[in-house]
C-alpha cells in the first residue's frame, strides 16, 4: 500500500525544527517507511556505513536527554528527546566490515569523512519523507556532548560512532521558519565566491529582526557564530573517534 506522501519540493521549503509533539503514536507502516527511504539515499562506494538505534527505553532516553541538555535557570531542556513519538540516533557503523574483512583499515580520515556523510544523506532522507507524511522532526547534534557516555549508553562497540539523534512525531506547534543566507551567498559560479561585508550585515539584520519577532531575543548571525565557534567546540569529541579506531591518519 502506498502512503499518502506531500510532493518533495513543498516539503523540503516548508522545513522548519519541530519541538512539541502531540501524543499520537507514529505507525509501524510509516516508521518503516521513512527508514527505507533512508537507506534507498546515495552510499559512498556503496558502503552503506549507516547504523540507526531506535531508543524506546523511557529510562534510556532520560539518560541521552542529560547528555544533551544544558541546566538553564534550574530547568533541564530538550524535553522532547523523551516526548517525541521516535527517537533515532544514527551511527557510523565500520563493525559490519569487520565481520567480512578482519584486516580493514578505518582509522584513515576519509572512512571518517565518507561515513559522516552518509550518516547525513540517509538522516535527511528520514527526515525530509517523514515531513511528507505529516511528521515533524529535529535533529540532535548535542547528544556529542558526551560521546563516550553515550557510547555506554547504547553499547556500542569498537568502530561504531553516534553522529546525530533525530526527534520524529506529529507537530503540536507550527514555528516559524529561520531565514536562510541568500543563495547569491552561498553560491559562485566556476570559483568560490566570497560573501561581501554588507551582505553579511545585511543578513544579520534579518536574523535579528526574526529573533525579535520569535522571542524578544536581541540575537544577530554573527553571535551565533561566534557563540559556537570562539572557544573550545566539544574538545573530547577527537580522542573518543580515535578510542573507537577513526581518524589516526
Known sequence: MMLDSKPALGTALNHRSIRKFTDQPISTEILEAVLHAGQMASTSSFMQAVSVIRV???ALRAQIRQICANAYQGKLGHHYVENCAEFLVFCIDTERYRQ????????????????????????????LTAESLGLGGV?????????????????LPKGVVPMVGMCLGYPDHDPGQRPRLPLSVVMGENRYRTAT???????????REYYQNRSKLDLTWTQQIRNNLCGEVRPSVLPYLQEQGFAKK
Not at 139 to 155: A, T, W
Open 139 to 155: 535533529f540532535i547534534g548535542s547528544l556529542r556532548n558526551d560521546l563516550p557516555q553515550l557510547s555506554q549508553i547504547l553499547q
Open 197 to 207: 561585508a554588507e551582505e553579511l550585515a545585511q543578513y544579520d539584520e534579518v536574523v
Open 56 to 58: 524506546t527505553d523511557p
Open 100 to 127: 567480512l574483512a578482519a584486516d580493514i583499515q578505518i582509522d584513515w580520515t576519509e572512512v571518517l569523512l565518507t561515513g559522516a556523510v552518509d550518516v547525513g544523506i540517509f538522516a535527511q532522507n528520514v527526515l
